[in-house]
Nanobody, 120 residues
């Protein structure tokens, strides 16, 4: 059983910063792509940023230049550094990972989410 556990969310004023972390635990052979998604009330879940096993990154246009995704493969952890936060960044942020369990099994997992609230 693999679990993804996020942390680092909270309440921050506009212009502030937060750093989200997501740790994958369980029997893991390796992790391919990892990413962060968010879902605001009444809206669909959207991709925020992704990072491949080799470190290539991708961002939604609305966070480019403000957010940075990174990972520590030795710790099975992905981070999201969020700077210059705006009220429209408020959402539940979810971690996602493509986990390889062995040579024959690969599954996609989601974390439980962490709330980020940005006040104006």
């Amino acid at each position: 059983q693999v679990q993804l556990v996020e942390s680092g969310g909270g309440l921050v004023q506009a212009g502030g910063s937060l750093r989200l972390s997501c740790v994958a635990s369980g029997i893991i052979f390796t992790i391919n792509g990892m990413g962060w998604y968010r879902q605001a009330p009444g809206k669909e879940r959207e991709l925020v940023a992704t990072i491949t096993g080799g470190g290539s990154t991708n961002y939604v246009d609305s966070v480019k230049g403000r957010f940075t995704i990174s990972r520590d493969n030795a710790k099975n952890t992905v981070y999201l550094q969020m700077n210059s936060l705006k009220p429209e960044d408020s959402a539940v942020y979810y971690c996602n990972a493509d986990v390889v369990l062995d040579l024959f099994k690969k599954y996609n997992y989601w974390g439980q989410g962490t709330q980020v609230t940005v006040s104006s």
